[in-house]
């Protein structure tokens, strides 16, 4: 059962994950380009210069605000992560039981068989 619901929460995260991998590409794209238009604003000495960086940046930024709902991309994506460490870490682990009058063993074995 553990594993079905790791199923369709996967599956609802990559359903997510892909539609906003368009929004996602876009974010990144923009925070990329007002990182390079933050350095040739530092860069630039002339004051017109500076203003036409300023009126790009801004241009750029409200690009990037427009497709903020793309975190929710990365959420789905970080959730898929989870979902498929979850996935890989479980195991079906079986009890030997073991015929011995090892009272350390005999609590081993009934603790085991509380925490299922």
């Known amino acids: 059962m553990k594993k079905f619901m790791l199923f369709i929460g996967g599956l609802v995260a990559i359903i997510v994950l892909l539609a906003n991998l368009g929004p ?3 974010l ?3 925070i990329w380009l007002l990182y390079i238009i933050f350095k040739k604003f530092k860069r630039s000495d002339s004051t017109a210069a500076k203003i036409g ?3 790009l940046g801004l ?3 409200s690009i ?3 497709n903020i709902y793309a975190v929710i991309g ?4 970080y959730a898929l992560y989870l979902i498929y460490k979850n996935w890989r870490n479980h ?3 079986v009890v030997e039981v073991v015929d011995d009058d090892d009272p350390f063993t005999n609590f081993e074995r009934q603790w085991v068989e509380l925490n299922k």
């Open 24 to 26: 996602m590409v876009l």
């Open 28 to 30: 990144g794209l923009s």
């Open 53 to 55: 960086w300023i009126i």
């Open 59 to 61: 241009l750029v930024a």
């Open 64 to 66: 990037a605000f427009s």
């Open 74 to 77: 990365l959420v789905a994506a």
């Open 91 to 93: 195991d079906d682990s």
